[in-house]
C-alpha cells in the first residue's frame, strides 16, 4: 500500500482480487489490472458495464471544477467502452463545514454536467462525516447498457495493433497544479502559460475521444480496445493495456505528445509528463491498417491524435524507444503528481 493514489498492482493482486465475492458465470469482465470497466452478460445479448471512481471536492480548485472531475473522470472510463454512460449512482460523504449553498452550488454543477453527457443520476446516499478534511467526497458508479458483443475492453487489444493517443501528456496534472498554485506557477512561468495551463482543465474529458474512434451511429470495429488515461500517466496507461491483454508494447518516446505548456508546469514541479496522471487522453488500439483512418476521424472532430507504437506479441516485453535506443519501459506504482501537489503545499507554494 502506498500513503497516496491508487492501491499499488501488488496490492491489488494479493489482498482484492483472491477476495471479490461469489464468483457468479455472466460476470464476463472482472476487477483486474489495466481495466477501466467491469461487463456484466444480460439477457437478449445486452451487456451492462460499469465502473467506479472517487468524487472530487477540492477547494484550490473550486466548487464548479470538483464537479467536473467527479463526472468526467467517471465518464472518461466510461468512453472506453466505446458507449456513452447512461446512469450514475453517487455517495456523498460531505465535510461537516460545507455550508448549504455550497452544497447547492456542487450539486448543481454535478446535475448539469451528467444532464449534459445524457447520464440520469438513479440514487446513492448523502450525508457529512466529521473530520472528513480530503480532496474526496465518496464515491462514484455509472453504468451502461449495450450489445453485449460491441462492448469494447482493453484486456481485447491485439498484437500488431497500432497505438493511437488523443491530445497529449499530462494535461490534468499540468492543469490542476496552475490552477491550485497560481501565484508561483505565473512567478516562474509567466501569465501565458498559466492561462493556458487552466484552459487544458476543461480538455480533460476524453468521451468524445471514445465515441469518435468506435463510431457512435455505425460501429468501427477496427478498433479493438480502449483505455482512459488516469494514475501512471500514458506510459502507465500503455503498459496496463498491454499487460491487460497479454501481450508486449514498443512506444517511441519521440512521438509522445508533450507541448510546452503542460511540459513546463510538469518541470517546474519536478514531474515527468509522460507518467503523471493525464485524464483527457484516450489510449486507443486500433488494426494496424485502419490507423490512419481513426486519426483522420478523430482529426476531422478537433481531437489531436498521434500514433505512439504498437502492442507485440512477446508477452511481458514493455520497450521504449529513447534517443535510437531501445530500453525496457518502466511502470510505476505510484503517481508522481501526489508528492508533487502535496511537497508543493507544504513547500508553502502560492
Known amino acids: 500500500m502506498s500513503l497516496s493514489g491508487k492501491i499499488t498492482g501488488d496490492g491489488f493482486e494479493q489482498i482484492i482480487l483472491p477476495r471479490c465475492g461469489r464468483p457468479r458465470a455472466e460476470v464476463i469482465g472482472g476487477p483486474a489490472f489495466g481495466v477501466d470497466v467491469s461487463v456484466i452478460s444480460l439477457p437478449g445479448g445486452l451487456g451492462l458495464a460499469l465502473t467506479s471512481d472517487p468524487l472530487s471536492l477540492i477547494p484550490s480548485l473550486g466548487l ?62 448523502t450525508g457529512s462525516i466529521e473530520g472528513q478534511n480530503s480532496t474526496i467526497a465518496g464515491g462514484g458508479t455509472m453504468l451502461l447498457t449495450a450489445p453485449l458483443n460491441e462492448i ?8 500488431g495493433n497500432v497505438i493511437i493517443v488523443t491530445k497529449q501528456c499530462a494535461m490534468s496534472s499540468a492543469a490542476i497544479l496552475a490552477m491550485s498554485f497560481p501565484e508561483t506557477v505565473k512567478n516562474k512561468l509567466g501569465n501565458e502559460i498559466y492561462n493556458l495551463g487552466c484552459e487544458m482543465f476543461y480538455q480533460t474529458s476524453s468521451l468524445k475521444d471514445g465515441l469518435t474512434a468506435a463510431g457512435t451511429g455505425n460501429r468501427f470495429n477496427k478498433v479493438t480496445a480502449m483505455h482512459d488515461v488516469t494514475e501512471g500517466g500514458v506510459l502507465g496507461a500503455v503498459y496496463e493495456m498491454a499487460a491487460a491483454s497479454g501481450n508486449g508494447v514498443i512506444i517511441d518516446n519521440d512521438l ?59 508477452a511481458h516485453s514493455y520497450k521504449l524507444i529513447e534517443n535510437g535506443v531501445e530500453k525496457d519501459m518502466p511502470y510505476f506504482s505510484k503517481d508522481p503528481y501526489w508528492e508533487a501537489f502535496f511537497n508543493a503545499y507544504k513547500n508553502g507554494w502560492k
Not at 464548479?64 to 472531475?69: D, I
Not at 460523504?93 to 456542487?106: I, K, R
Not at 469494447?152 to 491485439?158: D, G, I, R
Open 64 to 125: 464548479q471544477e470538483s464537479a467536473w472531475l467527479s463526472v468526467h473522470l467517471m465518464a472518461n472510463d466510461m468512453a472506453t467502452t466505446g458507449f456513452a454512460p447512461q446512469y450514475a449512482q453517487m455517495v456523498l460523504n460531505l465535510p461537516p463545514g460545507l455550508s448549504q449553498a455550497d452544497f447547492t452550488t456542487y450539486w448543481d454543477h454535478i446535475h448539469r454536467y451528467c444532464d449534459n453527457i445524457g447520464v440520469a443520476i438513479t440514487g446513492g446516499h
Open 152 to 159: 469494447l475492453l482493453s484486456k481485447n487489444a491485439e498484437a
Open 256 to 314: 509522445l505528445p508533450v507541448d510546452d505548456v503542460a511540459g513546463g508546469i510538469c518541470s517546474l514541479f519536478n514531474i515527468d509528463p509522460r507518467y503523471c496522471i493525464g485524464a483527457g487522453a484516450m489510449i486507443i488500439a486500433v488494426k494496424k491498417q485502419w490507423g490512419q483512418n481513426v486519426l483522420h476521424r478523430l482529426h476531422g472532430n478537433n481531437i489531436p491524435a498521434t500514433i505512439i507504437g504498437e502492442f507485440t506479441n512477446q
